[in-house]
């Protein structure tokens, strides 16, 4: 966990587990939350589908990103 001097709190997670976990702890909740499709512990459609049911979608941006040629359909 790091901050920026003009920026709200900023958290890094290496796997969905750890995100989630980072989550809770979080007040107020993440504005913008960057995903990557190749999680150790999943995918990160299925924890952008988690994220959803967590936070309303109108307080958090979610993006996912990937390297590989194929993604799911969310």
Same mark, same amino acid.
């Given at each position: 966990l790091f901050e920026l *001097?003009?920026? &709200? &709190?900023?958290?890094?997670?290496? *796997?969905?587990? $750890? !995100?989630l976990q980072i989550l809770e702890t979080?007040? &107020?909740p993440p504005?913008? =939350?960057? =995903?990557? !499709?190749r999680l150790p512990? !999943?995918?990160g459609l $299925?924890?952008?589908r988690t994220l959803r049911q967590r936070l309303p979608e109108e307080?958090? $941006?979610?993006?996912?990103? *990937?390297a590989d040629n194929y993604t799911?359909?969310?």
């Open positions: *001097s003009d920026c &709200p &709190p900023t958290a890094w997670a290496r *796997s969905a587990r $750890e !995100g979080l007040d &107020p504005t913008l =939350v960057l =995903v990557d !499709g512990d !999943g995918h $299925e924890l952008i307080k958090c $941006e979610i993006y996912l990103f *990937s799911p359909q969310a």
